[in-house]
């Protein structure tokens, strides 16, 4: 659009025509206040706090909704503003309590400041404030009806952002209130109540304290916490989240999880789990001490130098005796980078075997071989916000990957985005898609087959042959697409996929996994045939150094095969569930010594002969990559005394063995630590000093726990990860392409086993988070409710 | 055509609702008209009625249920076989609107809403009804009686009572 250029206040601005003033003034650092506009959202022009002088037109007018133009004279903040937003506050406050003192939002609230600023705290109203008590509506979600502003934000989010619709607005004038989809005469505890996705994204959203949390409410202030800015630890998309973390008596405990300040991809949003799903970490059924199975067979707490010296001596003893193939290592989808690559590496080269796997949720082995030698094919994650078009083959994003899904609906609604849904079930994006194709049962093979030109294939497809031609049609005239393929697509399938994709000039892939780091532990080879980088473990390359086994080892399968056979001598699982996961009969690891590093007693902890206790995502540092290729980083917010992080074990448990701890994790490399000064005339010399030695890799890594040493390595070996470090550290994404070779062998077995969580479970993980518990149990529709009322 | 299998709603108004929800660009439309039409026919707006409008408009019913508790004229409880529904707005209070509303409340020993024990009659206050030139004024069911005074109140009441009003509902 051409640029118009208008005045505010006496400065001159130039913004795309079309622009709303509100947006444009913005962006000149101009802030106008506003309580019902919310970026992305319909425009609702409820409140009138956003009012100001526009020349020429008779009265104030709504900068939310009115758009720029050339040659406009506005004034954002005159007496006669004042007035009119004193006089607005007033009305908006008519049954407001101002209890802010123990409002969750003071503090933080729109409504607070825009008070405080034009003092309306005094209103002339003279009639009967109408009150109404606190409702829980859900598990997470509370109503506090007197605070409420009627902006409508939370109906717009809901509805608009969510597409769930549960909230709507009833009666009328000062009794208008803000209800949920259950009414109270219709619920067994006759109070109303809300069924729906239970995101909390109209909590989010509400510009006063009127919708609070679950989690949150009343247990802190904004300013008691500190914030820290890292990756939600649940599904395969990898949403920002800021976490509100306090002190407790035995660590740190996090309390809040928004992202607020949209500082990640997946701008504001949040699901469920990763709002509400961080309490886990707060369990009580945390294992904080290092067990050892006793010859009596009970587990026994000993100190952590008695278990890292058992685990390491046997571990030792074990792979000389019987070799190091005896021995088999499974990793979670929930480490850093950092730790998976450290994992391998210390599997390969110090217990000096292959049988290496992980829980795989999608098959990014065939995926990078079938994009091998390809540049810019694969999506990132921000292409979701913005691609014209975009193909769904498989997968169900609103429950598996609920941050996609949000993406889409975005881009669909803001930017008409073409989306193409072709899926078994009636998945819910079907509502946003320009053209929905329901396929056969098990038909994704017979579709991939049919798109590689197989017209036989079709009737196994779809029934609709017809619908499947005007689909493939549709699908093949976009100029750029986007292909998201769900983990029902590996081996055959997913390759033939890709290459129809491939005829398309845009088109540009991604395949959706299940959890935080679930491609992380593929690109970093948790993998028996392949090491990081998809570099297969025949042919090592760059890893010759490693001097590793190139014999590929055994699968998640094998390895408990080997087991039942009385072949596998030890078995290293670090943060994984495999026992449940995969039904093992737990007589198998009868002769097997077992180590474990866990946050719970798990089916396989429960198996251990040696537990180590675990730090989780949230409370360590490093780098993930998402389902997509974005490489974002984590950084340590909660903290619980007694466990350590799979890293630091992995090197303490590799040292008792008695490797060289120095050719394990290149630590002391880099510059001496010399750390410029830090006081007196040249003191931000060490502040440039520090920022430099990170831009080039250099910053002395002191400690073989520093997991930033193992990146170094990462991203000198690893074909792909070939990282900016600044943009790492500064909490940007950025996205890294696989670079494999192509396809070995023909028969691989891709081992996929989705996760099937939905939006309210996680993993083994999720068993241990209340709220999910809680919120599950509630979707489920137990009459479980019981209202608490506000604290007296 | 309906395709509603299992109306709530007699023959008539059902296909009435069929084709009124042919006469809007925009289904949604239809919605106030029908909440009307069906609170004439059942006597209120009760959940079986929102399901069903719900359901012929393509909404869900907390759609319906934003709309139905905007409007004051529609009810989600009963009310007795005679609605006397007493304007309080402006004109009517300045000619004595409260007084016929008392003597009502007095007359018939209910209040604001409710409805008598025979459910012969309910009583409402109201904002306008459109009849202030002749004011004070109420409303039975759809019938008007204006310039009133409690006698004529009376009266009207007894004819009612005695199954002689006009009842248009
Ligand atoms: S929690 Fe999410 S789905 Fe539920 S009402 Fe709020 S915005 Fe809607
Ligand atoms: S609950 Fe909050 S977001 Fe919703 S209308 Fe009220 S003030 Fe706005
Ligand atoms: S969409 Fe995925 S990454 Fe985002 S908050 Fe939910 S579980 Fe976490
Ligand atoms: S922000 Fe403009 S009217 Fe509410
Ligand atoms: S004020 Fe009573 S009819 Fe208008």
């Known amino acids: ?792 | 055509m309906s395709t509603i299998t299992n109306s709530i709603f007699s023959p008539e108004t059902a296909a009435r609702f069929d084709r009124l929800v042919t006469l809007y660009p925009v289904k949604r439309s239809a919605l106030v008209p029908m909440l009307l039409y069906a609170q004439d026919e059942v006597g209120y707006v009760s959940d079986a009625v929102v399901t069903e409008i719900a359901e012929r408009l393509d909404l869900l019913e907390l759609d319906v249920r934003n709309v139905l508790s905007y409007y004051s004229m529609l009810r989600t409880k009963p009310a007795g076989k005679y609605n006397v529904q007493v304007c309080t707005n402006i004109s009517c209070m300045l000619r004595g609107g409260y007084e016929i509303l008392d003597h009502c409340k007095h007359k018939l020993g209910i209040g604001h809403k409710e409805v008598t024990a025979d459910k012969v009659f309910s009583l409402e206050e109201v904002e306008c009804i459109g009849a202030c030139c002749w004011a004070p004024a109420m409303q039975v069911n759809y019938d008007f009686h204006d310039n009133l005074t409690t006698v004529k109140v009376d009266e009207i009441l007894a004819t009612y009572r005695a199954g002689q009003g006009k009842d248009v509902k």
């Open chain 1, 1 to 792: 659009m051409p640029d118009v250029t208008f005045t505010v206040d006496g400065k001159q601005i130039t913004a795309p025509a079309g622009t709303l003033l509100i947006e444009a003034c913005k962006s000149a650092g101009i802030e106008i206040p506003a309580f019902c506009y919310y970026p992305g959202l319909s425009l609702q022009a409820a409140c009138r706090m956003c009012v100001v002088r526009i020349e020429k037109m008779p009265k104030l007018q709504t900068a939310c909704t009115t758009p720029v133009a050339e040659g406009m004279v506005v004034s954002s903040e005159t007496p006669e503003i004042a007035q009119a937003r004193k006089a607005t506050l007033q009305l908006l406050l008519g049954n407001h309590p101002l209890d802010c003192p123990v409002c969750d939002a003071g503090g933080e609230c729109e409504l607070q400041d825009m008070t405080f600023k034009y003092g309306a705290g005094e209103s002339l109203y003279a009639e009967a404030k109408n009150h109404r008590e606190e409702q829980q509506w859900s598990p997470v979600v509370y109503f506090d009806r007197p605070r409420c502003i009627l902006c409508y934000r939370c109906v717009r989010m809901c509805g608009e952002g969510m597409d769930v619709f549960a909230l709507g607005i009833q009666n009328r004038g000062s009794s208008a209130v803000i209800a949920p989809n259950i009414p109270a005469h219709q619920s067994p505890d006759h109070l109303a109540h809300l069924d729906c996705e239970q995101c909390g994204m109209c909590i989010d959203a509400c510009p006063v304290g009127a919708l609070t949390s679950g989690a949150y409410r009343y247990k802190t202030r904004p300013w008691e916490m500190n914030h820290v800015a890292t990756i939600c630890t649940h599904c395969g998309d990898g949403c920002k989240t800021t976490l509100g973390v306090r002190s407790t008596s035995d660590g740190a405990e996090i309390v809040r999880g928004d992202n607020r300040d949209k500082s990640g991809i997946n701008g504001d949003f949040l699901c469920n789990k990763g709002r509400y799903a961080f309490d886990f970490a707060n369990s009580p059924e945390r294992i904080t001490a290092p067990l050892v199975r006793q010859p009596d067979g009970s587990l026994k707490e000993v100190s952590w130098e008695e278990a890292f010296a058992h685990a390491g001596k046997k571990l030792r003893e074990l792979r000389d005796a019987k070799g190091g193939s005896s021995i088999g290592v499974i990793g979670g989808n929930r480490l850093t980078n950092e730790e998976a690559y450290l994992l391998q590496k210390f599997a390969r080269t110090v217990l000096g075997t292959n049988n290496i796997d992980h829980h795989r949720t999608a098959d990014y082995v065939t995926f990078a071989q079938a994009l091998a030698g390809q540049q810019g094919r694969t999506a990132s994650w921000r292409d979701t916000q913005s691609y014209p078009a975009v193909l769904i083959v498989g997968g169900d994003p609103t429950n598996q990957a609920p941050g996609t899904a949000w993406n889409l609906r975005a881009d669909v609604r803001l930017n008409k985005a073409r989306l193409y849904v072709a899926n078994t079930d009636e998945i819910k994006l079907r509502r946003q898609a320009k053209a929905f194709l329901q396929l056969a049962p098990f038909g994704y093979g017979a579709l991939t087959a049919y798109l590689a030109g197989d017209a036989a294939s079709a009737s196994n497809a779809a029934t609709n042959t017809s619908a499947l031609d005007t689909f493939r049609d549709a699908v093949k005239a976009e100029e750029k697409l986007l292909i998201l393929i769900g983990s029902e697509l590996r081996g055959a399938d997913l390759k033939r996929l890709i290459e129809f994709g491939l005829t398309i000039p845009g088109a540009k892939f991604a395949l959706l996994s299940d959890y935080a780091n679930s491609r992380g532990a593929a690109d970093m080879g948790l993998l028996p045939d392949m090491l990081p980088g998809y570099v297969p473990v025949s042919n090592p390359g760059p890893f010759a150094e490693h001097n590793a086994p190139t014999k590929n080892g055994l699968n998640m399968l094998e390895i408990f095969e080997a087991a039942g056979r009385g072949e596998l001598s030890a078995l290293y699982v670090v943060n994984s569930n495999p026992i449940s996961r995969y039904n093992v009969d737990p007589a198998v690891l009868k002769d097997t010594f077992v180590v474990v590093h866990e946050m719970f007693m798990t089916e396989t902890a429960q198996l251990a002969d040696v537990i180590l206790p675990a730090a989780n995502l949230y409370e360590k540092g490093g780098s993930v990559t998402n389902s997509y290729g974005d490489l974002q980083l984590v950084q340590k917010a909660g903290d619980r005394a007694g466990v350590r992080t799979d890293f630091e074990m992995i090197v303490r448990v590799a040292d008792k063995m008695g490797a060289d701890i120095k050719a394990l994790v290149p630590f002391g490399k880099g510059l001496r630590a010399d750390m410029g000064q830090s006081r007196g005339a040249q003191s931000g010399e060490a502040d440039r000093h520090a920022v430099w030695l990170t831009a080039n890799n250099l910053e002395p890594k002191l400690s073989p726990f520093d997991s930033w040493a193992i990146l170094d390595e990462i991203q000198r070996l690893v074909p792909g990860y070939n990282l900016l470090r600044l943009q790492l550290l500064s909490g940007n994404d950025q996205h890294l392409e696989p670079a494999a070779a192509s396809a070995a062998s023909a028969n691989r077995r891709d081992l996929v086993l989705p996760s099937g969580d939905t939006l309210f479970t996680s993993g083994t993980l999720g068993r241990f988070s209340p709220a999910l518990n809680d919120v599950q149990r509630y979707q489920g529709n137990e009459p479980l409710i019981q209202i608490h009322t506000a604290a007296e």
